[in-house]
């Protein structure tokens, strides 16, 4: 299977603290992708880091790439309670044109 | 303007029925995707498909099948419906394959529901 995991699975923290988020997987990959989804609602892109990236970042977001280890971090800075959702990472491989998610981080921001 | 529709958002149904979900985008985009969510969040990807190229996830009962009559629809048919087909199924669009810069455009997701 070409579908990757995160952990943890659920992560409660204060408004305020940092969250960090780890996916890993298990094929080379083109670039690898974060999502999030607010309950009952759809997936919407974050960020993209590409392979040959390790490190990016988007106003509070940071994330690293790690391809001899297979696996990826986003850190989220400074959490508000609107960051409250599932986030998922998404890798798309040098060949086919699918993206292939993660099993999701299920993130609860505390006000 | 929703850049990635699905209609309808809820569908209840009984088993054995057929039925079909409706996907439009309007970003002019190559590729249309369908993906499954269970009841634990996971997201499988079905089907993709790209100017004419399906990809099909072998996984994938033959009851489903998706049918694109132009580059911006992608519809999903289902036949026979079980009751472990209930799940949210998500459409999904990217402007092109096989490059740097792709991303997934997502909508909002049709939540299907088979007693």
């Known amino acids: 299977s070409q579908q990757g995991e995160e952990d943890p699975q659920a992560l409660s923290i204060q408004e305020g603290e940092n969250a960090t988020m780890n996916c890993s997987y298990k094929?080379?990959?083109?670039?690898l992708q974060w999502y999030r989804q607010n309950s009952g609602r759809g997936l919407v892109h974050l960020i993209l880091?590409?392979?040959?990236?390790r490190e990016k970042h988007s106003g509070r977001l940071r994330v690293t790439l790690d391809t001899s280890k297979k696996s990826s971090s986003l850190l989220i800075t400074a959490s508000r309670a609107a960051d409250t959702a599932s986030y998922f990472c998404a890798t798309a491989p040098f060949t086919g044109n699918q993206f292939y998610f993660g099993t999701g981080t299920s993130l609860t921001v505390i006000p | 303007d929703t850049a990635v529709s699905q209609t309808p958002k809820y569908l209840v149904t009984q088993m054995g029925n057929d039925k079909s979900i409706k996907c439009e985008q309007n970003?002019?985009?190559?590729?249309m995707y369908w993906y499954k969510q269970d009841s634990k969040k996971f997201l499988k990807i079905m089907f993709s498909?790209?100017?004419?190229?399906?990809?099909i996830n072998e996984t994938v009962p033959n009851r489903f099948s998706p049918k694109s009559p132009d580059k911006a629809h992608l519809n999903l048919h289902i036949n026979s419906l079980e009751l472990g087909d209930s799940a949210v199924y998500f459409c999904a669009s990217s402007p092109r394959t096989r490059s740097w810069n792709t991303e997934a455009f997502f909508g909002q997701g049709t939540r299907l529901t088979v007693v």
């Open positions: 498909y790209n100017n004419k190229e399906l990809i």
């Open positions: 970003l002019g985009h190559d590729t």
């Open positions: 094929t080379s990959i083109n670039n």
């Open positions: 880091i590409r392979s040959n990236e």
